[in-house]
Structure formats: structure tokens, C-alpha cells
């Protein structure tokens, strides 16, 4: 079965070669093109995508409001975030709003057909130093949330969650902690129950906002 992916571009350049790079891989389908992030919505919600490719500068409704919307009304689609490193704070914010990850809008074409696939399959697309960067300078600047509480995570699950933080992958987890592939995805499922998060992404951030993970610690 293909991936569905959903455009999302206020440049129709942009937007035109996003599908025909997408269209041309194989299990990939092109199911619709936005312009705005309020068409990009009404879109979601009526095709129902596995992935949507979505800019966070757009007219009407930016990105980052786009993706709330969406992760709210459409559980099953995964967004993933196209920017470059001078919108970080766009980032962090649609990652806090259901985002599965982000990508440079610069990198190789191959990357981006890898990151709709790693989305898709419900995998955070987040680089370790990235997401320290991001949680070090916006963490602060975010009005002020309630800690994520730990009380109910198994020490087993916080060395899950660690490594989910890092960057790691559920085989990589496995490997590292000497468990199968099926058991650390049943304390990462465990994990979304106990933290009421929706995807890796989110595991990500909660794992800062607990202080379980520093910023900047190796």
C-alpha cells in the first residue's frame, strides 16, 4: 500500500517539485497540494494522509497552527516539517503541536523520500544535537508548563526513554540495552500511554521537560 502525502507550500514551484520527486519513488502518492495552512487543513481532514509535507511560513495560517489542527483532527497523519536552521523557533513550536519531525528544505532529495518513510512508519525524524539546540533555546522562552510527571515510569522505561531522546531507533535501543526489537516497542507504546503523547517526537520533548535529558548533556 502507498504512503499518502499531502503538500503543503504557499510556492507552487516549491510544491510542484515536491510531487514530482515524491511521485516518482516508489509507495509513494501525491493525494493533494495546499497553498495556505488553512487549505492545508480542510485538505488533512477530507483525504486523510499518512504524511504531510508542510512549510511553516504560509499565508492565512502559518505552519505551526496548521499542524495543531491537524495532529488534532486527523490522528493517523504524521507532519513532517520542511524549514531551514533560521525558523528553529517554528520547529520547536510544531513539535509541541503534534509534529513527527522536520526536515531542511535544502536536503538531498533522497533524504526527504527516507524522512516521509521513517514519519510514516511512526518514527521521530529528530537529530539528537539538533533537539538539544532547539529544547536549550526555546525551552525558556515557552511559557511555563507542568513538568511531564515520571512517577509512574518503570526505571527499564526512562532508560527507554533516554535513548529515545538521543536519537536512538527501537533496533538501536534494543541493541544497546540487549533486548528485542518487540519489547522496546512495547515500553515505547507504554511510554505514550504514561506521558499522553502522540508520537516519538513528543517522547522527545517530555523526556526534557521532566529534566530527565539536559540540554547539552552528551
Known amino acids: 500500500m502507498s504512503i499518502r502525502v499531502l503538500v503543503v507550500d504557499d510556492q507552487a ?3 510542484g517539485s515536491f510531487r514530482l520527486l515524491v511521485e516518482t519513488a516508489p509507495g509513494l502518492t501525491v493525494v493533494g497540494e495546499a497553498g495556505n495552512g488553512r487549505e492545508a487543513v480542510e485538505l488533512a481532514v477530507r483525504l486523510r494522509p499518512d504524511v504531510v509535507l508542510m512549510d511553516v511560513r504560509m499565508p492565512e495560517l ?63 525524524l529528530l537529530a539528537p544535537t539538533v533537539t538539544r539546540r532547539l529544547i536549550a533555546r526555546f525551552a525558556e522562552a515557552e511559557e511555563p508548563r507542568p513538568a511531564p510527571a515520571l512517577d509512574g515510569v518503570t526505571p527499564r522505561e526512562r532508560e527507554v526513554l533516554v535513548l529515545v531522546a538521543r536519537g536512538l531507533s527501537n533496533q538501536e535501543i534494543a541493541d544497546r540495552l540487549h533486548l528485542s526489537a518487540a519489547t522496546v516497542k512495547t515500553h515505547v507504546g507504554r511510554l505514550f500511554d504514561k506521558l499522553a503523547v502522540r508520537d516519538r517526537a513528543q517522547l522527545v520533548i517530555a523526556a526534557y521537560e521532566s529534566g530527565l535529558i539536559t540540554a547539552g548533556r552528551p
Open 62 to 124: 502559518d505552519g505551526v497552527a496548521a499542524t495543531r489542527l491537524i495532529c488534532a483532527q486527523v490522528p493517523g497523519a504524521h507532519v513532517l516539517i520542511l524549514t531551514t536552521f533560521d525558523l528553529d523557533e517554528y520547529v520547536y513550536g510544531a513539535l509541541r503541536a503534534g509534529a513527527a519531525g522536520f526536515l531542511l528544505k535544502d536536503a538531498p532529495p533522497g533524504d526527504l523520500l527516507t524522512a516521509i518513510r521513517v514519519v510514516a512508519a511512526g518514527e521521530a
Open 13 to 15: 514551484l516549491v510544491r
